[in-house]
């Protein structure tokens, strides 16, 4: 998986903290960066339930690494963990999407 050396990739730097959403084969976490000391969100993908391969879906982990832009959530580290891949990214509080939008 791709790695930010600024992000640990490693499960027990992260505090999970309240739930955010969830879907069919995933759930979006409010966290916490222990090392940091920062606020993130993690999206928690079920590698069971995903119907995709590795391969195609660390393509897409690459292309959103490559988007950088100010309407798009900064994606930072991605990792295995047991079953699951955590995707680490920024979090944007509630009507915060919204408000960088307009």
């Excluded at 979006?28 to 879906?57: Q, R, S, T, Y």
């Excluded at 994606?75 to 939008?101: A, C, R």
């Amino acid at each position: 998986m791709e790695s930010n050396q600024r992000y640990p990739t490693n499960r027990k730097d992260y505090e999970l903290l309240t739930k955010i959403g969830s879907g069919a084969t995933s759930t979006v976490w409010k966290a916490k960066c222990i090392p940091l000391n920062e606020i993130i969100a993690i999206k928690i993908v079920d590698l069971e339930e995903i119907g995709v391969e590795m391969e195609e879906l660390s393509q897409e982990i690459q292309n959103w690494k490559l988007c950088v832009h100010p309407n798009i959530v900064q994606f930072h580290v991605s990792f295995v963990y047991e079953t699951s891949i955590w995707l680490v990214m920024d979090f944007v509080s509630e009507g915060g999407l919204k408000l960088k939008s307009n």
